[in-house]
C-alpha cells in the first residue's frame, strides 16, 4: 500500500493489528475521497497496521493504568482530531472517558457507553430484543454448572457472556456430554457462559451495519450475507440428523455477498433505534422459517467495515466528514456484490523494521 503524504485531517486509529478491526478501519479510510493524516496505534510494536499510517504509535494495553494518559499524550503530539478505537478493550475505556478526549479537543467515533455496555453483555442483548418485542435464541446463562441443566434444546453454542478474543472460545455443542465440557472450557479460560440455540443453518446468516451519527440520527445499513468458508469459516461439525448436514460458526473474518436485503435491515434499524445507538453499531443474526434472530449486537465498527466501504459505504469516512468537516449527509448509496478476503504478506527489512 502506498502511503498519502497529508496535511488533511489527522484521524487516529488503534488496535490495527493485521485482520483486526482496526486495520480494517485504517484500510476503509484510505479508500476515502478525503485525504485523512492517519496515526496508526497498536499494543505490540510488531503490528501489520503500524506499516501503513502515515505515523504510527505504540500505546499500553487498554488495561494499562497509563493507558489513557499514553493516549492523551500521542493525540497531543500529532494534534490528533478523531480517534477510531479498533479494539473492544479501547473502546471500553474510552467510551468511559469522552469527555477526556473532548477536552483534548478529540472527536471520538463511538458509540455511547449505555449501548457499549448492551452490546458488549450477550445476556442483556437478549434482554434487550425481549423488551422490543423481537425474536432471540433461547439462552441461558451458565454461571454454574447447575444452571445447565436448564438447556434442553440441542445444537446449542456455548460463549462467553461477556468478552472473549472474536470467535476462539465459541463452540457448537451437540449433546450434554458436548456442553458440559466447553462449558467448563469456558469458564476455566476466566469467562462466564451462556448457552445460546444453534439457529437455522449456515446459508442464512447475516451480517448488518446500521449507521447514526453521533447525535442519534439514523444514516443507513448495509446488509452482507455472509459465505461460511475459508478465513471466514471458524469451525464445522456434523449435525445429528444426518450424513451430509453440517453446524457451523463463523469466524471473525466475515465475507459473503452484499445484498439489499430490504426486510432484514429494517428490523436491524429498528433494534438500533430502540436501543438508542448514536454512531456504528454491528448486528449478526440468522433467519429461520421466516424469523429474524439476532444473536451478536456489536456496538462498534464492524471487521467488514473495509468490504462495506469498497461497495461504496464507508461508514467512519461518512461519520469524520459529517462530524469534523461539519458536512451534511446524503442518501447513502452502494453496489450489490460479493465481498470476499484473503492473506495478505509483508517482508519488512530490519532497517526498515519497528523498533
Not at 440441542?154 to 457448537?172: A, L, M
Not at 462495506?308 to 453496489?335: C, K, S, T, W
Not at 492473506?343 to 527489512?349: D, E
Request: contains cysteine; proline residues 5%.
Amino acid at each position: 500500500m502506498t502511503l498519502r503524504a497529508t496535511t488533511g485531517p489527522v484521524v487516529l486509529v488503534t488496535g490495527v493489528g493485521g485482520g483486526a478491526v482496526g486495520h480494517e478501519l485504517l484500510q476503509a479510510l484510505r479508500l476515502a475521497p478525503t485525504a485523512y493524516r492517519i496515526i496508526a496505534a497498536d499494543a505490540s510494536a510488531e503490528s501489520f497496521g503500524l506499516t501503513e499510517g502515515d505515523e504510527r504509535a505504540t500505546l499500553p494495553p487498554a488495561a494499562a493504568i497509563g493507558y489513557l494518559d499514553a493516549l492523551r499524550s500521542v493525540c497531543r503530539r500529532f494534534g490528533v482530531q478523531a480517534l477510531l478505537p479498533g479494539s473492544e478493550p479501547e473502546l471500553r475505556v474510552v467510551s468511559a472517558h469522552r469527555q477526556v478526549l473532548a477536552d483534548e479537543g478529540v472527536v471520538l467515533l463511538a458509540n455511547s457507553e449505555e449501548v457499549i455496555d448492551v452490546g458488549l453483555d450477550k445476556a442483556a442483548t437478549v434482554a434487550a430484543l425481549q423488551r422490543a418485542g423481537l425474536d432471540a435464541p433461547r439462552s441461558v446463562l451458565a454461571e454454574d454448572s447447575d444452571a445447565l441443566q436448564k438447556v434442553d434444546w440441542f445444537p446449542c453454542v456455548v460463549k462467553p457472556v461477556r468478552g472473549g478474543s472474536g470467535s476462539s472460545t465459541v463452540f457448537i455443542a451437540r449433546n450434554r456430554n458436548e456442553l458440559g465440557f466447553f462449558a467448563e472450557y469456558v469458564r476455566s479460560s476466566g469467562y462466564v457462559p451462556i448457552v445460546q440455540e444453534y439457529v437455522g443453518n449456515p446459508e442464512q446468516e447475516y451480517t448488518v451495519g446500521v449507521l447514526s451519527t453521533l447525535g442519534g440520527a439514523l444514516v443507513g445499513s448495509l446488509a452482507m450475507r455472509r459465505v461460511l468458508r475459508g478465513l471466514s469459516l471458524k469451525s464445522r461439525v456434523p449435525a445429528p440428523g444426518g450424513p451430509g448436514e453440517w453446524l457451523a460458526l463463523s469466524s471473525g473474518l466475515s465475507q459473503g455477498r452484499i445484498e439489499r436485503a430490504a426486510e432484514i435491515r429494517q428490523v436491524c434499524e429498528r433494534i438500533a433505534i430502540e436501543l438508542g445507538s448514536r454512531g456504528p453499531l454491528n448486528i449478526q443474526l440468522r433467519v429461520s422459517q421466516g424469523r429474524l434472530y439476532p444473536f451478536e449486537i456489536n456496538p462498534r465498527f464492524s471487521g467488514t467495515c473495509c468490504l462495506r466501504a469498497l461497495a461504496g459505504f464507508n461508514e467512519a469516512d461518512i461519520l469524520l466528514r459529517h462530524h469534523l468537516l461539519g458536512e451534511p449527509i446524503g442518501q447513502v448509496v452502494y453496489h450489490e456484490g460479493l465481498a470476499i478476503r484473503a492473506l495478505r504478506n509483508r517482508f519488512i527489512p530490519d532497517r526498515d523494521g519497528i523498533r
